[in-house]
Each structure stands twice: as structure tokens, then as C-alpha cells.
Nanobody, 128 residues
Framework: QVQLVESGGGLVQAGGSLRLSCAAS????????TGWFRQAPGKEREFVSA????????YYADSVKGRFTISRDNAKNTVYLQMNSLKPEDTAVYYC?????????????????????WGQGTQVTVSS
């Protein structure tokens, strides 16, 4: 059974940093592509970042480019989202998701429906 568990959310002031973690069981990230999405109150879930780990192929939403970085710890089978220079508009529940790696070039990477597994989410609140 596949489980993705996010952690690391919290309350931070604007300009601060947080690092979110997504720990997996039942799958190995090296065989998958990983996505981060977020959902603010009253809004649709939106794409943040995605990466296929078997090659250097990484994507970021324009709104986070240059501020957020997706990375991985193979030994811990954990993916991270480092978030710097946080803004109040980054406030949302953040979700990690995994997609079969073989789908990477045949699917739309910033669409929720492309992903096969999801975590439960972690709240990030940025105060002004």
C-alpha cells in the first residue's frame, strides 16, 4: 500500500523559509515523478513543482520560480520542498503527489489528474 506523508508546514512570517517533507512508503521515488501542489481557501488546487528523478527534469510554477526548490534524499525515500522568501499569497495546504515515471513524457505534469498517489497535505501559513 502506497502512502505519502507530508510534514514541515507551519506559521512563518513573510520573507521566511520552510522546508516541507514528503515521506513515501510502498513506492521508491526513483521510479516515479514527484509533484507538489497547493490549495488556498476557496481556490482550486494548483501546481507548484514537479520533478522526474531519473533525469534532470524539473518544473516550477512561475509564481514560485527562484524561491522554491524540490529535492530528494534517496536514503530516506523522502522528497523536500524548500520554500524561501515566503509571501502571504503562498498560504495554502501543500500536497505532494507521485506519478509513474513512465507517464512523464505523455502527460500534463501540472495537472492533478496526472498523478497516481497523493498525501494528506500540510498547512503553510505566511503572515504579513
Amino acid at each position: 500500500q502506497v502512502q505519502l506523508v507530508e510534514s514541515g508546514g507551519g506559521l512563518v512570517q513573510a520573507g521566511g523559509s520552510l522546508r516541507l517533507s514528503c515521506a513515501a512508503s510502498g513506492l521508491t521515488f526513483s521510479n516515479y515523478a514527484t509533484g507538489w501542489f497547493r490549495q488556498a481557501p476557496g481556490k482550486e488546487r494548483e501546481f507548484v513543482s514537479a520533478r522526474r528523478w531519473s533525469e534532470d527534469s524539473t518544473y516550477y510554477a512561475d509564481s514560485v520560480k527562484g524561491r522554491f526548490t524540490i529535492s530528494r534524499d534517496n536514503a530516506k525515500n523522502t522528497v523536500y520542498l524548500q520554500m524561501n522568501s515566503l509571501k502571504p499569497e503562498d498560504t495554502a495546504v501543500y500536497y505532494c503527489a507521485a506519478m509513474y515515471g513512465s507517464k512523464w513524457y505523455s502527460t500534463v505534469r501540472d495537472q492533478r489528474s496526472s498523478y497516481d498517489y497523493w498525501g494528506q497535505g500540510t498547512q503553510v501559513t505566511v503572515s504579513s
